[in-house]
């Protein structure tokens, strides 16, 4: 019930902020990636916060040996390896992200709008992660 609640408030809390900072809406986004026609820097400031916020979290959390919450052991990632499995979803990323203007968390806060948009591009979403988890298991 706790962690529940835990989940419940900080998924309102990256809402909340993603609506706040205007990260719902497709043209912002591509106002961002438009960096040879009317660049908009503001999503630059929502980056920047977010990193160093996440930043001062993971400094913390890697000088630990359980979590905070439940006081599970720490399970965080150790690879630094870059292969091709890395480059290939970064480059599928970042086109759907161009093309679209918007990525999975905006995508989902958008849904609650009840945009068709946001609609649309969360079930190509999962399609795309259901013919993945296809092709990773054979």
Do not use: Y
């Not at 503001?42 to 979290?57: C, K, N, P, R, T």
């Not at 979590?67 to 086109?95: C, Q, W, Y």
């Amino acid at each position: 019930m706790k962690m529940n609640f835990i989940g419940l408030f900080t998924g309102l809390l990256f809402g909340l902020g993603l609506l706040l900072a205007g990260m719902a809406t497709p043209s912002k986004v591509q106002g961002f990636l438009d960096i040879a026609g009317l660049w908009d820097p503001s999503l630059a400031f929502v980056m920047g916060g977010g990193i160093g916020m996440a930043l001062v979290f993971f400094t913390a959390a890697k000088k630990r040996t359980t979590t905070l919450v439940t006081h599970e052991a720490m399970k965080l990632p150790n690879s630094s390896v870059i292969d091709r499995r890395l480059i290939l979803g970064s480059v599928a990323f970042g086109a759907g992200w161009g093309i679209a203007g918007i990525c999975p968390g905006p995508a989902l806060v958008a849904l609650g709008t009840g945009s068709t948009g946001a609609l649309i591009f969360v079930a190509a979403m999962l399609a795309g992660m259901f013919i993945f988890e296809r092709l990773q298991s054979k």
